[in-house]
């Protein structure tokens, strides 16, 4: 039987797919994947007193244009968005974003799906892993073989105590640059060192895991979920 080599990237907000996996979706398209990415929340509008997109529009139309080139950057070849309210997730019915969630891996097919963690900080990647355990539900017919939840810089390691237990790691030496530089075009979205949104601790955490794996430069993940079929080996 053929493999499947599509991995789907499913994320809550415009960054999170290259902090959550941006250097190990990298190395997987250099090694013949094809990467598609799903973001959830349109970003941005949580940032006021109140959600007005219309008139933070100048800067979503600026941060889907980043997240265009970022993902593009990495080797993603389809960006799908769904432009939920930023930071209120909570506020959707689940049911309508595992929609969300089920028509793009319908279109798309994939085999490999990285999303959130279960216990981050942010409410949006709560709602985002749960719609993503629902919408790859292990039925007759699922193409979705594997789920890996990434960690998020500035959430993930914010919630206390944190649960994030990595058991999947993958070395990025080859493709960490690549990360690098799409996180770079997400100007509105990097902070300062030592802000864990940062260029410098992107680069920290990922020698981090190398050094505790002895990889050299590493991306860390927590399995969910993986099928095997009769046929894999």
Not at 126 to 135: E, F, I, S, W
Not at 143 to 156: D, I, N, Q
């Amino acid at each position: 039987m053929k493999e499947n080599k599509r991995l789907l990237v499913v994320a809550a907000h415009p960054d999170d797919e290259i902090l959550g996996c941006g250097a190990t979706v990298a190395r997987f398209v250099r090694e013949g994947w094809t990467a598609a990415t799903l973001i959830l929340g349109e970003g941005v509008t949580s940032r006021g007193d109140e959600r007005e997109p219309e008139k933070c529009s100048r800067e979503l139309e600026g941060l889907r244009r980043c997240r265009d080139l970022a993902n593009r950057e990495i080797g993603v070849s389809r960006v799908f968005g769904a432009e939920l309210p930023d930071n209120r997730f909570d506020s959707v019915d689940l049911l309508d974003i595992v929609k969300i969630v089920d028509r793009a891996k319908r279109e798309f097919k994939p085999s490999l799906i990285f999303t959130h963690h279960r216990n981050d900080l942010n409410v949006d990647h709560k709602r985002t892993y749960d719609a993503v355990l629902t919408a790859t539900r292990p039925m007759e017919g699922e193409t979705v073989r594997r789920v890996l939840s990434f960690e998020v810089l500035s959430s993930t390691e914010w919630n206390y105590p944190s649960s994030f237990a990595p058991n999947v790691f993958y070395e990025v030496s080859g493709t960490l640059g690549k990360k690098v530089a799409a996180m770079r075009l997400y100007k509105s979205e990097l902070r300062a060192y030592p802000h864990p949104r940062s260029l410098r601790a992107i680069r920290n955490l990922a020698e981090y895991h190398g050094i505790r794996t002895g990889l050299g430069q590493a991306e860390a993940f927590e399995l969910v979920r993986e099928n095997n079929s009769r046929e894999a080996k």
